[in-house]
């Protein structure tokens, strides 16, 4: 591996956000416009180059369909892994084997990084809130995207509390802690990949465990 940069030719996008689909994709729509925001964010903050993406989301794929070529690229060229997590998720086969497919990639911190060894360039951030007891071991084991540093600290409290999802049934005061999450995710999003370079290749789905933290 190498040192973590943006080369000018390189189309693999910074981030991918993994999230549970609905029945026959009912709010999705929701989703896509907090990934638009971040994809937005990250890309004015690294700077990218025409054609380089800065995320990928699969808005396309419903629980009957294969993995697409895109999306099996994107995950195994990606740098962060970006979970939106909610029941649905943690009950999720298609996310688990995301998830999976990720973590096996060999990574590491780029000299002088400043996060420690245990960090992983995963940011689990919540769609809408569950309880903690009930996450299998491997997502229990990682550290959750907390929103700190926003300027009052009751937004970081709603956020945790609500979710991005009961934010924006919240009217203003959440749309305005919703909009505040985004920015501070994609400076996280940013962070994370200046400091670690995880190895790019194809990924075999083949035999990849449908439950989170199997098969790595």
């Known amino acids: 591996m190498t040192s973590n940069a943006v080369p000018a030719d390189d189309r693999s996008p910074i981030f991918f956000m993994s999230y549970a689909h609905r029945p026959n994709n009912a709010g999705d729509h929701q989703v896509k416009h907090f990934y638009d925001l971040v994809y937005s964010h990250v890309d004015e903050l690294l700077g990218l180059p025409p054609g380089q993406e800065a995320g990928f989301i699969d808005a396309e794929m419903t629980g009957g369909q294969r993995w697409s070529d895109d999306l099996a690229y994107a995950i195994g060229h990606c740098q962060v892994l ?3 997590i909610s029941p649905r998720y943690v009950q999720s086969e298609w996310c688990a084997r995301e998830w999976n497919a990720f973590l096996r990639r060999a990574r590491r911190t780029v000299p002088g990084g400043s996060p420690s060894s ?3 360039p995963v940011i689990p951030v919540w769609w809408t809130p569950y309880p903690l007891s009930r996450f299998p071991a491997a997502l229990r084991d990682v550290q959750f995207f907390t929103a700190e540093g926003l300027p009052r600290p009751e937004m970081a409290r709603m956020y945790h509390h ?3 999802y009961g934010l924006l049934q919240l009217g203003q005061p959440g749309l305005e802690v919703y909009e505040a999450v985004a920015w501070f995710l994609a400076k996280r999003i940013t962070d994370s990949y ?3 370079d ?3 290749g194809d990924v075999d789905f083949t035999g990849l465990s ?3 933290g ?3």
């Open 210 to 212: 449908t439950r989170f």
């Open 82 to 84: 970006v979970p939106l």
């Open 194 to 196: 200046w400091t670690h």
């Open 198 to 200: 995880v190895e790019v």
């Open 214 to 216: 199997e098969g790595i």
């Open 118 to 120: 245990g960090d992983l």
């Open 162 to 164: 609500q979710g991005l």
